[in-house]
């Protein structure tokens, strides 16, 4: 290639091969008026410097810390699997003295109390037997009464079956009963409400 000339590729819809054949027909490209080509310094393209460990590492905690944040927590972690019968549900309120435990067991004897479970005792299950029974407890409690919450206390409504799993999660509400009444223990005048879904199986 002769010093007159050079070869780069412009921003256009063309790539311009020979400079020079191009330059010197300035009645179709008058857009270029380059006269000395040779002295053309094509830059290349920045390189980004690569990410050092550290600043690997931070990424990474970064997006383990957000996806924690994310998950659910469970008093029994990981739960076995189970055969699913059916689901009771029910809702429970603490209006006075402002005890979220007791809105909760409220909430569990609501969602049993109208039910009867004759198939496990009478054999109706081929192969199971009343002691397979399995429960999967799932409460919505307001999140900032859960540290207050006494799962212990919650689990004794339940007068059998195995339970596999006690999960709280955000949920339920506290809202106004419209009157504080001290000599019942109140503190204020918030209303406690617990939803509790109850799962049953082997």
Known sequence: ???????????FPFQVRSLANYTSNKKNFPFLRLTNPSSLRLQPPPIS????????????ADQSTTTNTSTSTSSSGSCPPMNLLFVEMGVGYDQHGQDITAAAMRACRDAISSNSIPAFRRGSIPGVTFDQ?????????????????????????????????FEVVDGGLI????????????????????????????
């Open 49 to 60: 410097a690569p990410q050092s460990k550290a600043t690997s590492a931070a990424m990474e």
């Open 133 to 165: 029974m399995k429960l999967q407890i799932k409460l919505g409690v307001p999140h900032s009464l859960q540290q207050s919450l006494d799962i212990e206390r919650v689990k004794s409504v339940f007068p059998y079956g195995k339970i596999m799993k």
């Open 1 to 11: 290639m002769t010093s007159n000339s050079c070869c780069l590729l412009l921003n």
């Open 175 to 202: 809202c106004s009963s419209g009157v504080h009444v001290e000599e019942m223990g109140d503190k204020n005048d918030d209303c406690y409400i617990v939803n509790a879904a109850v799962y049953v199986g082997y």
